[in-house]
């Protein structure tokens, strides 16, 4: 890492150390290159303390590790894990009752890295051998990756996230990784949904639609239901032509019956005694 790179995980860094859970969590810092260390030689209980010591070692850090030998740096914490709950019932922080010796302590792994890896398929191989052997155990194991910089492969990135069932972001070297690392936070401390079953019910078959072939001289030829056609209209009466009206000749006599004006009295009341207008300019 270079640069902006390096500057963006330091700050990624700073901001994760303090949005841990605060009760009964371990945590350790793991840097790698062409080599890898540990912060601590095994996990260190989650106290105002041991955050401090964290931080200040994180605000030391320099890109002088060489390439990234990221496959080493995840076998190293993926065997270094351990069983926190017998540490915290030993500590009189839990009580040794049986059924917390039944529970299993999750675990999640968090990796920042610029994604400059040749040997991804090993990698993303060896993530899922690691969390298939913690889940055969009845333990849960989960990786979240957060790729940083303009070249970083995020086929690795997600290769490394959906093989240990966590998730993967992205940011830019001048980009705030503020806002994607919370979503990544947000989701590593959410539950896990497995074994899940989609019933969508009884889908009925899709049934052809009835139809009737009716052939222009009314007989049918094929149906798949009986017809449920209103009949035929009759066809319209042909009405009796009348003859030509010939308006000049004197031996026609026509009747006209309520054609025409008609002589009627007709009963009006009385003027109106006054009178109104309206004048306007």
């Known amino acids: 890492m270079e640069g902006g790179r390096i500057t963006a995980v330091k700050a990624a860094l700073q901001i994760l150390l303090r949005s841990l859970p605060s009760f009964n969590t371990r945590f350790n ?26 931080s200040k070692h994180v605000e ?53 890295t610029d994604g400059e890896a040749w040997d991804v398929d090993r990698i993303v191989q060896s993530v899922e051998g690691h969390c298939r052997r913690a889940k055969d155990d009845g333990s849960l194991l989960r990786t979240f990756v957060l790729g940083v910089g303009n070249q970083v492969s995020t086929a690795m990135c ?46 009925e078959e899709e049934k052809e639609d009835e139809f009737e072939v009716v052939h222009a001289s009314g007989g049918h030829t094929s149906s798949s239901a009986p017809s449920q056609l209103p009949p035929p209209p009759p066809p319209p009466q042909q009405q009796q032509q009348q003859p030509p009206l010939n308006l000049f000749d004197e031996l026609l006599t026509v009747t006209l019956g309520g054609v025409g004006p008609l002589k009627a009295i007709e009963h009006l009341g009385p003027p109106p005694k006054h009178l109104c207008y309206y004048q306007t300019k």
Not at 34 to 46: D, F, K
Not at 66 to 73: F, N, P
Not at 78 to 101: C, V
Not at 170 to 185: Q, T
């Open 60 to 112: 030391g850090f320099n890109a002088n590790y060489g390439g990234t030998e990221l496959r080493s740096a995840l076998d190293f914490a993926f065997s270094s894990r351990i069983d926190i709950k017998n540490q915290l019932i030993s500590m009189s922080l839990l009580p040794a009752t049986p059924a917390m010796n039944e529970e299993k302590v999750p675990t999640s792994v968090f990796v920042l």
């Open 158 to 203: 997600e290769g490394i996230a959906r093989a240990g069932k966590g998730l993967s972001v992205f940011v830019a070297e001048r980009e705030r990784p503020d806002a994607k690392l919370m979503g990544l936070i947000k989701a590593a401390r959410g539950g896990v949904i497995e074994d899940l079953v989609v019933d969508w019910g009884d889908i």
């Open 29 to 54: 810092i793991i840097s790698f290159g062409s080599h890898y260390t540990s912060l601590w030689p095994e996990s260190q209980l989650y106290t105002a303390e041991s955050m401090d010591e964290a």
